[in-house]
Nanobody, 125 residues
Framework: HVQLVESGGGLVQAGGSLRLSCAASGRTFSTYAMGWFRQAPGKEREFVAAVNWSGRNTYYIDSVEGRFTISRDNAKNTVYLQMNSLKPEDTAVYYC??????????????????WGQGTQVTVSS
């Protein structure tokens, strides 16, 4: 498994922006597909976005499409989640996750064996 560490969370007003980062250990990062998930208080963890190994293919849930952008820098072993036009309903702990076989995108958390510890994002109204 690859080790993952998220950063970049915080408190922001509605309409604002944040960029989350997820730094990965290991020399095989470029072979992994990466995903971002989130868990709001009292709710189950949900898929947010995924990117394949090259960064060319991405997928988003409908509620963040057009506002969030997932990207990666394989030279830096890092995946990003740029979040714009944030809404109070985006408030959650955000997790990055990794899976080998990085060609395809997956939305189920069961498909991702490696997880970070999470970073809190709070959007005030």
């Amino acid at each position: 498994h690859v080790q993952l560490v998220e950063s970049g969370g915080g408190l922001v007003q509605a309409g604002g922006s944040l960029r989350l980062s997820c730094a990965a250990s290991g020399r095989t990062f470029s072979t992994y597909a990466m995903g971002w998930f989130r868990q709001a208080p009292g709710k189950e963890r949900e898929f947010v976005a995924a990117v394949n190994w090259s960064g060319r293919n991405t997928y988003y849930i409908d509620s963040v499409e057009g506002r969030f952008t997932i990207s990666r820098d394989n030279a830096k072993n890092t995946v990003y989640l740029q979040m714009n036009s944030l809404k109070p309903e985006d408030t959650a702990v955000y997790y990055c996750a990794a899976r080998a076989g990085g060609y395809s995108l997956r939305t189920s958390e069961d498909e991702y064996p490696s997880w970070g510890q999470g970073t809190q994002v709070t959007v005030s109204s």
